[in-house]
């Protein structure tokens, strides 16, 4: 089996991962994939903006760090990539961190649906008796069209990111759905299989087949990633990825070098 590279990986240097990208790199060779992407937690302007993301002191580390698992194992493809994180206003900052490194690729995550709230985050998940799912999900949607519109991205990460503790939004997203896919599809974007949501309590692939289905119709591409914080997540669920981009009617995958995509044909 050809698999496609897994693209979302982390280190420690986010203080929420273990192991180092070699670990990674090498839990890699031993599921038989035969290239892979770390694309970190990217740091904030202000460090004390949360605690689950590297300083912005450590970013040359982190990409020392990724280099040196590339010249430890010849025999993969590692890529440099970040995880960057949409938030209204700081889009500067964005453009800032796209242009200091040669990035291989950039994945847009919402992660914050409120001043202070990580949607995604165990320790406040109080945060969702506070309000009605759907006003969270709507929240969530309406950033992450603005963080298509904004385009600085070749991916858009976990792209149904506020079911991970269970919690269905009760109304029809597909409307939400079109709207975000039909700009990601005018901005060039891809959306990320990310088989984390597998690990979590909801149980299932982020997006979730419907959702992936209508991306399939806009012709948006995809790319894959195990959101791995450990190496013994790396390539975690890719049989179920595949199965599910396969369903959805997707044929082909995207790599990236340089922040330029390549179609990829995918095996069954
Ligand atoms: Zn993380
Ligand atoms: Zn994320």
């Known amino acids: 089996m050809n698999w496609p590279p897994d693209y979302h990986m982390h280190t420690p240097l986010c203080r929420h991962a273990t192991g180092s990208p070699s670990e990674y790199a090498r839990r890699a060779g031993e599921v038989g994939l ?105 929240a969530y949607f309406d950033r992450l069209i603005q963080a298509a519109e904004f385009g600085g991205f070749d991916c858009l990460g976990h792209a149904d990111l506020p079911k991970k503790f269970g919690h269905e939004p009760h109304e029809d997203c597909a409307p939400l759905h079109r709207r975000l896919l039909e700009i990601a599809r005018r901005r060039g974007l891809a959306i990320e299989i990310n088989t984390a949501g597998l690990r979590k309590e909801c149980r299932e692939i982020y997006p979730g087949p419907a959702f992936l289905a209508l991306a399939f119709d806009a012709g948006v591409p995809i790319m894959f990633g195990s959101d791995a914080h450990a190496p013994a997540d790396v390539g975690a669920g890719f049989d179920q990825a595949v199965a599910a981009a396969r369903a959805a009617g997707y044929r082909h995958f995207l790599r990236f070098e340089g922040r330029r995509p390549e179609a990829v044909r995918l095996e069954a």
């Open 34 to 138: 035969g290239e892979i992407g770390f694309s970190d937690h990217s740091p904030m302007q202000r460090d004390d903006f949360d605690d689950w993301r590297m300083r912005l002191d450590q970013l040359d580390e982190y990409v020392e760090w990724v280099r040196r698992a590339q010249r430890d194992h010849p025999e993969l493809r590692i890529r440099l990539g970040l995880e960057l994180d949409y938030i209204p206003g700081h889009e500067g900052w964005l453009r800032d961190l796209a242009g200091r490194y040669p990035w291989d690729y950039l994945i847009g995550s919402v992660h914050y649906v409120a001043e202070g709230w990580a949607v995604d985050n165990p320790a406040m998940i109080g945060e969702w008796s506070r309000r009605e799912p759907s006003e969270i999900w709507a």
